[in-house]
């Protein structure tokens, strides 16, 4: 591509942002509404790993969470105070379809009904996750997503959701990070449900891959053309440290399993030869059955885009080994010392802009990006309000960065700040902080923090 023609307006690229781009704030299902026992909701995988001694921080759980369950409409209210155009928000699987079978649940269907009036209501339009990592606890009793099986009742499930608010939801997107999904919860057992199995993740991922595209057939199916359909995945860039072999190697590895495994079925129809390669060496094979390549690749209208930061990394350990005890070749993570956020991730803005320009130039669909934020160790005074400089450049510095990408040519329409408010930060439980506006846990008082004026006077600035 020729970047030279136009030359790129580094001095405040957020201005270049035309006023036809979509801004909007995200959340999910089970890090705000708590709720847990209400409305015919049955468990998740989430709410058995919260009580695994020690899986999460300080014991915390999503039990009552921001109890947005029974504050939807002063949250609604919240989300149209800043302005936005739209709100991105998981449904819960285990409220709409209780045990993962069966018919759906009037009730639970119910709330995320009356979520979308009451958004339509005050001028914001609904954007839908179908699957933001609560999976009802009876399917990984039976096996979880390592099962084929899971990959229909997601399907089934989807089609319930869509059933009920395709008349007033324009876009759908089904998996939020796959790779969290996966990895996170059947590699590493960071995430529920917990497991530490390499191969049941690749099992993992093919099926969740299936699950998004079979959902996918069937929405776009009954779909009367009014619909868009998309996929979240979360990425960043791996920068070899040197250019060495190893490290060059382990920076392949990295994208492979964290990118391409999903971006070249989604859009190739094929799984990368050279991760196949890899996992091969390692006894693994992806459960391909005929046609699912087919599946997966239909169609998408729309990526999703998470990013949070980039890496760098080497295939060489402090020892100098380029395997480990395992045998398995190293992947380790060095530190360039970048200043981090709270979560210890490295800011790099400059990696969002060489991602999308990279998942234009490979990819081709149109992006929005589904989040992007920080946490910080913010202090409130004594109203409640937190001066969170510190978050405010994140912003400053991260749409900047999508600004950049789209000066170079990648087609991004829109962009959602996560989050909306401090929430249920998974195993970091409540400490981490990535809200714009605050809540206070004892008392559930939200209080829009710095980065929520200046996230709504940019966006109004723009449309000026
Ligand atoms: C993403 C998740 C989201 C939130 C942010 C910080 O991986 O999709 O739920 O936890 O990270």
Request: proline share 6%; net charge negative; aromatic share 10%.
């Amino acid at each position: 591509m020729d970047t030279t023609a136009t030359p790129l307006d580094l001095a405040n690229p957020i201005a270049t942002l035309p006023p036809s781009f979509r801004w909007g704030v995200a959340t999910s299902a089970y890090q705000i509404e708590g709720a847990v026992d209400e409305g015919g909701r049955t468990r998740s995988i989430w709410d058995t790993f919260c009580e695994v001694p020690d899986a999460v921080d300080k014991g915390d759980t999503g039990e009552v969470a921001c109890d947005h369950y029974h504050r939807m409409p002063q949250d609604v209210a919240l989300i149209r105070d800043l302005g936005v155009d739209l709100y991105r928000f998981s449904v819960a699987w285990p409220r709409v379809q209780p045990r993962g079978r069966g018919p759906v649940n009037p009730e639970g269907i119910g709330f995320y009904d009356r979520l979308t009036d009451e958004l339509l209501a005050n001028g914001v339009e609904p954007w839908v996750t179908l699957y933001h990592w609560d999976l009802p606890q009876e399917l990984e009793d039976a096996g979880g997503w390592p099962e084929r099986d899971t990959a229909y009742r997601f399907a089934d499930y989807s089609m319930m959701v869509f059933d009920a608010l395709q008349d007033r939801i324009k876009t759908w997107t089904t998996l939020n990070e796959p790779w969290c999904s996966a990895m996170l919860g059947y590699a590493y057992g960071a995430h529920a449900p917990g497991r530490r199995d390499f191969a049941a993740s690749m099992r993992a991922v093919h099926h969740l891959l299936l699950g998004h595209g079979l959902a996918t057939q069937r929405m776009r199916e009954a779909s009367d053309g009014r619909h868009e359909f998309g996929i979240t995945l979360n990425m960043g860039v791996s920068t070899p440290q040197t250019d060495s072999a190893a490290d060059r190697d382990a920076a392949r590895r990295s994208d492979a399993l964290g990118t391409r495994i999903y971006l070249d079925p989604l859009v190739h129809g094929r799984y990368p030869a050279d991760l196949v390669d890899d996992l091969a060496r390692r006894g693994v094979t992806l459960p391909v059955q005929d046609g699912d390549l087919e599946v997966i690749s239909t169609p998408l209208d729309v990526l999703g885009v998470n990013y949070y930061f980039s890496e760098t990394v080497s295939g060489v350990d402090e020892d100098g080994n380029n395997t480990d005890p395992d045998g398995l070749p190293v992947t380790r993570v060095i530190p360039t010392g970048r200043p981090i956020t709270a979560m210890g991730w490295e800011i790099v803005p400059e990696g969002f802009t060489q991602l999308l320009v990279r998942l234009h130039n490979d990819y081709g669909l149109p992006i929005f990006v589904t989040e992007n934020g920080s946490a910080f160790d913010d202090v409130p005074d004594e109203t409640g309000f937190v001066d969170d400089e510190d978050r405010v450049a994140y912003f400053d510095s991260h749409i900047g960065a999508v600004a950049l990408a789209r000066q170079q040519g990648a087609d991004i329409r829109g962009y959602f700040a996560w989050s909306l408010m401090d929430n249920f930060e998974w195993a970091y439980g409540y400490d981490k902080r990535f809200g714009i506006v605050r809540v206070d846990y004892d008392t559930q008082e939200r209080t829009p923090k710095r980065s929520a004026h200046w996230y709504r006077d940019t966006i109004r600035s723009l449309r000026a």
